[in-house]
């Protein structure tokens, strides 16, 4: 099992900034891909970005595309999202997770992080 904390999350203003981190610790090397997904009060949790642990492809999801930024540090076992020109429809909670396919799918992730929120203000 992989165990993962996400951090980075905060209250910040329309267009502003902030790098979520996901630190990931346990049995690392059966992780093929690490996603983030995020999930808003009354919403299902929806695909926001996804890597392969080995570095190489990223995917995102049409509303984030071009702002929001996924990257890898497997040194430190921590995968970020890069959240730029933040909108009031970014704010969620925001989870990362892990799993064994390079797929955006929430439900063929296996392991889960506690997830951060994430609040724009207008």
């Known amino acids: 099992q992989v165990q993962l904390v996400e951090s980075g999350g905060g209250l910040v203003q329309a267009g502003d900034s902030l790098r979520l981190s996901c630190a990931a610790s346990?049995?690392?090397?059966?992780?093929?891909?690490v996603g983030w997904f995020r999930q808003a009060p009354g919403t299902e949790r929806e695909f926001v970005a996804v890597i392969r642990w080995s570095g190489g492809p990223t995917s995102y999801a049409a509303s984030v595309k071009g702002r929001f930024t996924i990257s890898r540090d497997n040194a430190k076992n921590t995968v970020y999202l890069q959240m730029n020109s933040l909108k009031p429809e970014d704010t969620a909670v925001y989870y990362c997770a892990a799993g064994t396919q390079y797929v955006s799918t929430a439900s063929t992730f296996g392991s889960w992080g506690q997830g951060t929120q994430v609040t724009v203000s207008s």
């Open positions: 346990g049995r690392t090397f059966n992780t093929y891909a």
